[in-house]
């Protein structure tokens, strides 16, 4: 008997027994609803007896059972009184098996539970695993001309795909940790070689209009600074020194620009 049933249980019992809702009016109108309710809380209660259930348990179902029986002798002696008697008596044994099955079920469930867990820490670190390989694919796919190797992050996904299948969870932690350091130089790596391909024709670039400037006659003097200007601006680049790189390519970017203006 799972807890949403146990719940109902015991709102049906309190509703019953403790709410506003007279016992005695309900007898007065139909006498087998008071027969409709104590037998659908019997069905109910007897679900959730098992052979694990304690003898105490059973001893008071059985006595539920024999004022249920009560109960009907009862309602065909038209007896009203001795009716809700019994019927009270019933419920509230119900209510108390039902209360001392759900204090026991931790212990009874644990081993399910910890069955439950394990099932739904797979699927959780299957999800994991899956957006892992659409992220390395996606990286795969930027770096299809680079020389970029992922035999690395390949392996530890492998593992990772073992961890979760043996339930190893504090090593598909670390493994996880390692795989989150693997992907992170790949990244970085991938950055580099972005820039270095951004840098690159940004150079050339340079080199072209400076070239195609001096053919139109521009101004040689100038002309000689912007190319000790972009010379510098390399070694900025190889240096790492990104800052000053942009301060030159911002001034060369100018000089150029009033060169060709001097040419038009």
């Not at 009184?81 to 019994?86: E, I, L, T, V, W």
Request: glycine share 2%.
């Amino acid at each position: 008997m799972n807890q949403v049933t146990s719940l109902g249980l015991l709102v049906l019992v309190a509703s019953m027994i403790f709410s506003g809702i007279s016992i005695s009016a309900v007898a007065q109108t139909d006498y087998n609803t008071l027969l409709k309710i104590v037998l659908q809380a019997k069905r109910e209660v007897e679900q959730q007896i098992s052979s694990d259930t304690s003898e105490e348990v059973k001893r008071l179902y059985e006595a539920a059972s024999r004022e249920v029986v009560l109960l009907e002798k009862s309602l065909e002696s038209d007896d009203p009184s001795s009716a809700k008697q019994h019927f009270l008596n019933a419920m509230k044994m119900f209510k108390r098996i039902t209360q001392m099955i759900s204090s026991d079920r931790p212990t009874q469930e644990l081993q399910s539970t910890v069955a439950v867990s394990s099932s739904t820490l797979q699927r959780d670190h299957s999800s994991v695993l899956e957006r892992i390989k659409k992220f390395i694919s996606t990286l795969k796919s930027i770096a299809r001309s680079q020389s970029v190797s992922f035999v690395e992050a390949d392996q530890l996904v492998a593992q990772i795909a073992q961890q979760i299948r043996k339930n190893d969870d504090r090593g598909l932690k670390a493994t996880l940790a390692e795989l989150k350091d693997v992907l992170a130089d790949i990244r970085k790596e991938l950055h580099k070689l972005a820039s270095q391909t951004i840098d690159d024709r940004t150079i050339k670039f340079f080199n072209d209009m400076l070239d195609r400037l001096n053919k139109r006659g521009a101004d040689q003097e100038l002309l000689s600074d912007a190319r000790h200007m972009l010379s510098d601006y390399e070694k900025q680049i190889a240096d790492g020194n990104y800052d000053e790189a942009k301060e030159l390519k911002v001034e060369l970017t100018k000089i150029i620009r009033e060169l060709y203006k001097a040419t038009l």
